[in-house]
């Protein structure tokens, strides 16, 4: 079955990060994307980093945009296109010649999504950066880690892919949509400081109620509680426990031979000793025999995989959560059916212009 987005014709303007992403998952629900790539020998990195899994889905191009020619043909392909996605800083594009006046000139419908860390506007539109900078800016990076430590770099799924990727692909998707009935497309201005305001919009919630500390593990989400965090094993591994409600609380204290008229879930003044008991019992056994332990009940207790070992678990197996070389699987799913997505390709210039007009 064709993806919901079959028809969709997206040029993606290569690029590190939430771009990359982006282009990846708009291919894998069913878009047309074409990957416009430096020439050979001057973006190595870009292909070590998207290699096989990032950059599947789509057809890839090289295209070199100081020359003129090439230039004009890829206008060309952006006057047929549904949206552009790209991940320059702000002012590259239109420097190009490629800017949204531009390109909106050739293609009223276009949508126009441009993914920065700070946005294409403020104070710090044209300061360098990565994800954690960004992060850092938001209030989250500094609620995430230990009580005693600087705050813990969340890998880059929280700023580049979470704030990041997800809010130019939702964005894109909206403005398309909205392209169908008004005949107009937009300018999609996805800033992962944006987006990760937006992710955290509980945490406001809770402060705005008195209900969050911006001390880090003193909260109910962020390790504080005792029956919200991970656990080391006897072997070294790791649980996570998110016994979060009365109900499941109480399976947690029964799973550990603890008396539930011994403890009051939500005393915080001994969460701290409450918290060195579970510590102390769960190094009692290795990480899977408390996972075997725990099966079945609603306790909250999950063991805290690798990522070679998370695509060998039953639940991933069942749901072909991974493709057979390894690599995840696309999701969302559509009526419940997994995708196959096409490996990545590189055609030559001529050949995507020929290709673009012939659909």
Known sequence: MAGPLAGVRIVEFDGLGPVTLAGMMLADMGAEVLRLKRPAGAAVAFEEVGGTILHRGRTAVEVDLKSAADLETVRGLIAGADALIEGFRPGVMERLGLGPDVCRALNRRLVYGRITGWGQTGPLADQVGHDLNYLGLTGALHAMGSADRPPSPPLNLVADYGGGAMLLVSGVLAAVIGARSSGEGRVVDAAMTDGIGVLSSLFHALAARGLWSPARESNLLDG?????????????????????????????????????????????????????????????????????????????????????????HPQATERQAFMPEGAPAPAPRFDGEGADPQPASVISLPEAVARWTDR
């Open 224 to 312: 504080g509680a005792p029956f919200y965090r991970c656990y080391a094993c006897a072997d070294g591994g790791f649980v996570a426990v998110a016994a979060l409600e009365p109900r499941f609380f109480a399976a947690l204290l029964a799973g550990l031979g603890i008396d539930a008229a011994e403890v009051n879930q939500y005393d915080r003044d001994r969460w701290p000793a409450l918290q060195a008991r579970f510590e102390r019992l769960f190094a009692a056994r290795d990480r899977d025999a408390w996972a075997a332990h725990f099966g079945g009940t609603e306790a909250c207790v999950t063991p805290v995989l690798t990522f070679a070992e998370a695509r060998d």
